[in-house]
């Protein structure tokens, strides 16, 4: 089965940093899209960042500046770089892609890593 693995969340002070990866695990063919995604409890989950298959990038207005998504094709993980983390962004923090095995493509979300910015 293919399925995505997150780690790097945590509990960080305001002005602190924090790098989230997220790894595609089995035999995979290729990766299109992979994002990040974010919900605060009772919020809506939303896309933070984004990064296309050919490397184009887009973020979220409130981390413009603060995040950066970026992948490396050949072990299959997509990174979120964080920094002066603000506490309004505690949220679990979920990647998403779209993989192609060799069963075909599939959507997967990673089990979510929690990320609390507090003092």
């Known amino acids: 089965q293919v399925q995505l693995v997150e780690s790097g969340g945590g509990l960080v002070q305001p002005g602190g940093s924090l790098r989230l990866s997220c790894v595609a695990s089995?035999?995979?063919?290729?990766?299109?899209?992979m994002g990040w995604y974010r919900q605060a409890p009772g919020k809506e989950r939303e896309l933070v960042a984004r990064?296309?298959?050919?490397?184009?990038?887009n973020y979220l207005g409130s981390v413009k500046g603060r995040f950066t998504i970026s992948r490396d094709n050949a072990k299959n993980t997509v990174y979120l770089q964080m920094n002066s983390l603000k506490p309004e962004d505690t949220a679990v923090y979920y990647c998403h892609s779209s993989v192609i095995s060799r069963l075909g493509p599939v959507q997967r979300w990673g089990q979510g890593a929690q990320v609390t910015v507090s003092s």
């Open positions: 990064i296309t298959s050919g490397g184009s990038t």
């Open positions: 089995g035999i995979i063919f290729s990766i299109n899209d």
